[in-house]
Structure formats: C-alpha cells, structure tokens
C-alpha cells in the first residue's frame, strides 16, 4: 500500500469529486436496502391478509379487502420501482465522479512521467530498455488506475454497504444473520486467490502476446533480410510455435476464468440454502416472520457482490502496489546533469578542453583518457579516429549529455556546468551518427529546431545541406512524408535532412558525428564548403573517419583508444607522416580505385 501513497496528491487534487463520489455512494446504497425492508413488509402483510381473508369472505367484505389488499401490493411494487430507478440514477452518478476522477489522474500521471522521461540524462536512456519505459507510462499507469477507479468505487460500496446491511440484519435477527453469512468470507477469500490466478495467467499471455507482437514487427521490418537469406519457412514455423504458446496460456486462462462465477453462485446458493433452512426453523418456532426470510436472501444477494468485490479489490490493490513501485523507481531517479548556476548568455563558440577523462558508467568503459584541445570562435577542429576510439563520445560530452569523470570543458572561458543545459543546447547544433528523422513532413523535420517554422530558413538550410534539389524532385517537394507510412529516403539524403535540421537553427557550435559517411566525396566536399561559408564566425566539430571529411578543418587531432595521437592542420600532419597520413593515403588511393 505505502508505494501508492504517492498518489495522494492527485485524490487531493480531485478531493472534489471524490467526496461527491462518497456522498452518491452512500446514497445509492440506501436505495438498495429500503427496497429489502419493502419485501418483509409487503410479504409479511401478504401472509396477515390472507388470515384475515377468509373470516372477512365469511363476513361478506371479501371483495373490499381484496381491493384493499392489491392497492397495498401495487404501491409496494411502485416503490421498489422507483428505489431501483433511483439507485440506478446515483449509480450512474458515482461512475461520473469517480471513474473520471480515476481517468484524469491517469492523464496527470502519464504527463508527470513523461516529462520526467524528457528530464532524464541520456544514461537513463542506455540502462533501460524502451519497452520497459513504454510499459511503465501506458500498463503499469492503467493497473494503478483500476486502483483509483474500479477499486477506490467498489472499496468505498464495501465500506458503506456492509455495516449498512449488518446493522439491518442484526437488528432484525442476530442469529440468522450469523448463519445467513457463514459462507461469505469462504466467497470473498477463494475469489481472492482465483482472482490473483487469473491476474497471473493474464500476465503471461500479455508477456506472449507482447513477444508475439515484438517478433512479428521485427519480421516485417527486416523483411528485406528475411528475403534475402531465405527464411520464410523457418519465420513462419517460429511464429506458429509463439502463437501456439499464446494459445496454450490463453485456454488455461479461460479455464480459470470459468471458475469464477460458479464459484460465487455455488456460495451465494448455500448462503440462500442456510438462510432459508434456519430461517424455516425460526418461522416454525413463531420468532420471525415469513417476510424476514425473503428480507434476508435479498441481503445475502445485496452483499454478494461487494463481498466477491474485497477479492477482487485487493488483488487490484495489490497490483496497483506493485505497478506504483514499479513507477516511483524511476519518478525518484535525479537528473545528475543539472546546470550549477543556471546562466544564460548569447555564446561565441570558443570551446576549450582541459585533461578530459571520461568512463561509461554503465559499463566502466574509459572512452576518453586525458584529452586537451582549444577551438576558437568561428574555427573547424576535425576529429579522425578509428571505431570506438572515442570520437562520439567527444560530441555527447560537448552537448553535455554526460558530465566529464574528470577535466573540464569550458565555453568561452566558463565551465559548460555553469550553463542552463537546454539553453546551451538551443545555441548548439548536431548531427548524431545515427541520423533518425521523425515520421513528419521534410519540412517538418527540418524545422525541428526552430520556435517557429520559416519556410525561407528550411529552404536555405535544405540549400546548404545539398538536399534542396533531392527534395523538390520529390512529388509533395518540402510537404514529402517521412517515415513508415511516407517515403524512405536514401542513407545519404536522411543523412543531409539531418545536417539541414542542425544548420536551421543557426547554431553557434556545430557538431557533426560522422554524419558524411554516406554520402560521395563530391556531395561531401560541397557539404563541407558550404559549411566553412555559414559557419563563419561559429565553431564547427566535424567527427569522421574519412580524412577528406576532417581535411578542411583549421585544427585536426587524431584519437586512438581514447588518447590524441596527433595534432595540426592537414598539411603539418602530411609533413608528419604519421598516422594521418598514412590514413590519408590509404583512403585517397582506394576511393581512386573507386572511381577510377
Ligand atoms: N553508451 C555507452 N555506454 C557504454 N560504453 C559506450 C557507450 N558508448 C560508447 N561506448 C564505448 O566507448 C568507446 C568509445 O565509443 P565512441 O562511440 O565514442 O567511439 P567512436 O570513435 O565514435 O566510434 P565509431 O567511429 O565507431 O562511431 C567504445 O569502446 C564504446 O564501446
């Protein structure tokens, strides 16, 4: 229960609605036992009437009291009538309060974890896997809503209906309210675990259904490989062996299921049987009346489902528990990238890195081993290296996705800690290596970035990235879609929309992360060109391993297992002869060899 103390805060939120679901609650119910009361009344002055029946025919009043005594049915009937519309009105009533209280929690919820999500540092992101995060912001939010709708309702109806109803039935009779409950806590205890059965075996066909759907997904979207090396039949044949698994689990919930309402009929039906025997007893030894026995198996039939409810409740509550945990570990987790003083200001780009150390903390990997290097405002460092050498790493440093294990990165002479993050971020521009594009028009996804979308702007940036032609071949041009169910762009163009949303922006620090590998080196060198031209006055990082790519570039370092092996522009590295060079070589021959 402690975990969902943590949704307090919404009940208050909503105390509104919750209180009025309380008051139409206690309503509802008393239109329930009234009608109870009705039928021992009406039943009792049945069985009366009839023994004054006879000696009022032998009097000659028999037509008289036959009226009478249908007049008095007929109200009865009336009544209970209007106390199951009335009931049924106050019904609908608490599902408008507390049901909607329970849906707009659960749209506060999925906002407060999302934004959460958004807040979170990019190793949050690395440690878990996104259908853990989708599972906790859509079912883990619905199970701990069952708890604030379905189970705070049927609680509440617990909590009002049951004293309610005993204190009736002991004040009627004591003894027979004793016997007509015996059977209820075996009712309300063997729900519990058929209920917790049922929730379990759900648990596993949502877990097959969802490997189901994984493997089905993966196999259209690799379709293209699947073709390629042959493998229909063998997908095929793990696809009936998943949906034979699914359909395994699905009929041992359906046989569980089944248990379920014979269950509450076979208890409902003692607890009649008890109620009706003792009750028998009682009637032939004149301590109740006819009426108090059809009075009590209304009763019995009013509490059955509250009582079936408690189960049913507290495995919901339980659930919601576990789900609410489930949510607070990661509503607790802190964004350790937090900026120190928040300060906001137009920068210049002059990026410094002092005796940069940086280890992955997820895997201890040191990706960045004592690494310096300056750029001034409007200069291009290029940064060659071989995989995993520790290039990206550099970028998501510089965008402060991580903070540096040890050294300093400063802009304009102040560490990027002292910054506001996202509005550092704002002035920045990047390209990632992994160019994703949203599912969006190409305008769209240029504009990305801006505040506002300036169609001259996309253009432009379109222009510079060498995409503009590309685009405006395309039948819709800037309103083409993207993505599943739009065109599939080509490596190179994806990679040239992503270097236009970046430039869009006109940010202050560029930085591209091998963001050229797809394109020829005549698109890459007008790229580039173009790039030296707008980025006059700002900071380029151009990340490659292709030298023709880095060659532009004022400053070059050359990393290597974390580690600066060589540093300089183009030509003082030729003269070197080292590592550059021989990369440089070995590239310009092949890529001759290419085109030649
Ligand atoms: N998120 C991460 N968590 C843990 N280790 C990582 C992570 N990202 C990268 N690494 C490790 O850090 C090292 C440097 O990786 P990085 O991506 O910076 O290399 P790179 O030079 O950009 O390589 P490539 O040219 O292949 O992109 C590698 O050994 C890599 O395995």
Redesign the pocket.
């Known amino acids: 229960m402690k975990p969902l103390w943590r949704i307090n805060k919404y009940l208050y939120k909503y105390k509104g609605l919750l209180l009025l679901g309380i008051i139409f609650t206690v309503i509802s119910n008393i239109f329930v036992i009234i009608p109870a009361q009705l039928v021992r009344i009406a039943i009792d002055y049945v069985v009366e009437s009839f023994s004054l029946y006879r000696p009022l025919m032998k009097g000659g009043l028999g037509e008289f009291a036959r009226e009478n005594f249908l007049d008095f049915v007929f109200v009865f009937g009336i009544l209970i009538l209007v106390m199951a519309l009335l009931r049924g009105f106050f019904l609908f009533l608490i599902r408008q309060t507390i049901i909607i209280m329970s849906r707009k929690v659960e749209y506060d919820m999925k906002n407060e974890i999302f934004e959460h999500y958004q807040n979170l540092p ?2 949050f992101y ?1 440690k878990n896997s996104t259908g853990d995060l989708m599972a906790r912001i859509s079912e883990d939010v619905s199970r701990v809503r069952m708890y604030l709708g379905p189970a705070i309702m049927y609680g509440l109806n617990l909590l009002i209906l049951f004293p309610l109803v005993i204190f009736y039935m002991i004040s009627v009779n004591p003894e027979l309210t004793l016997y007509s409950l015996l059977p209820l806590p075996i009712l309300s205890v063997s729900i519990y675990f058929v209920n917790n059965l049922i929730n379990e075996r759900s648990e596993k066909i949502q877990k097959s259904l969802s490997e189901l759907s994984t493997f089905v997904q993966e196999a259209f979207s690799g379709i293209r490989v699947l073709k390629a090396f042959v493998r229909e039949e063998d997908s095929a044949r793990e696809f009936t062996k998943a949906s034979e698994e699914y359909k395994h689990k699905s009929i041992e919930l359906t046989r569980v299921n089944a248990l379920f309402f014979p269950l509450i009929m076979a208890l409902v039906g003692i607890s009649t049987i008890i109620t009706v025997y003792a009750g028998g007893l009682m009637v032939i030894q004149g301590e109740i009346g006819y009426g108090v026995i059809a009075e009590f198996i209304l009763y019995v039939n009013i509490l059955t489902w509250p009582v079936t409810s408690l189960g049913w409740v507290t495995s919901i509550v339980q659930r919601a528990a576990a789900s609410q945990t489930r949510i607070n570990e990661f509503l607790d987790i802190q964004n350790d990238i937090v900026s120190t003083e928040n300060l906001k200001a137009e920068i210049e780009g002059d990026i410094e890195v002092k005796d940069l150390t940086f280890v ?9 081993d004592h690494i310096s290097f300056k750029i001034k405002a409007g200069e291009t460092l290029g940064i060659i ?12 440093l510089l965008m402060r996705m991580y903070d540096p294990t040890s050294g300093f990165i400063e802009i304009d002479g102040k560490d990027i800690r002292r910054y506001n993050i996202s509005d550092l971020r704002r002035q920045m521009g990047f390209v990632p ?1 992994d160019v994703f594009l949203f599912s969006d028009t190409i305008s769209n996804n240029i504009a990305f970035g801006l505040d506002h979308a300036d169609q001259a702007l996309i253009e432009k940036a379109a222009k510079d990235a060498d995409v503009f032609q590309n685009i405006i071949d395309f039948p819709k041009g800037f309103e083409t879609m993207l993505g599943e169910r739009g065109i599939t762009l080509s490596g190179g163009q994806k990679q040239r929309v992503s270097i236009a949303r970046a430039i869009a922006k006109e940010p202050k620090i560029l930085i591209l ?2 963001c050229l590998s797809a394109v020829d080196t005549k698109t890459e060198n007008s790229i580039l060109s173009a790039l030296k031209r707008i980025m006059e006055n700002r900071t380029s990082v151009i ?1 490659s ?1 292709r030298v023709s790519s880095a060659k532009l570039a004022d400053h070059i370092i050359v ?1 290597h297992d ?1 580690k600066i092996i060589e540093r300089g522009n183009h030509e003082s590295l030729m003269s070197k002869k080292g590592v550059y060079a021989e990369l440089f070589e070995k590239q310009t021959q092949s890529s001759e060899s290419i085109e030649g």
């Open positions: 990019l190793s690395r992955y903390p997820d895997s201890g990997i040191k990706a960045l290296g071989t995989t995993g050498s520790g290039k990206s790493t550099i970028a998501n290596q992360d091998d990340i391993h990393l974390g």
